[in-house]
């Protein structure tokens, strides 16, 4: 993936996490998005709805964002890698 482009990724975080309710009343999921625009950044998701709240007010800098991506990018790189040695 190159820089500047998006990318919807995201994981679930274990539900440790308070999370609120969406406004369909139900529960909504902590996950994190590793999108280039929030790379890290935690946010609420609900079932039905999609996208409800960030848990995480503050943008990351400019060089931890950096960071994650080229983490994420090689988390990436090395899954296709081994995955096609099966």
């Known amino acids: 993936m190159t820089k500047g482009s998006s990318s919807s990724s995201s994981s679930v975080l274990p539900r440790s996490l308070a999370a609120p309710t969406c406004r369909c009343s139900r529960p909504t999921v902590v996950f994190v998005s590793w999108t280039d625009d929030n790379p890290g950044r935690r946010f609420n998701r609900c079932e039905v709805h999609g996208f409800v709240s960030w848990v995480d007010t503050a943008d990351p800098t400019e060089w931890q964002k950096t960071s994650l991506i ?11 890698e081994t995955s096609h040695e099966l």
């Open 70 to 80: 080229d983490a994420r990018d090689q988390i990436r790189r090395y899954k296709r």
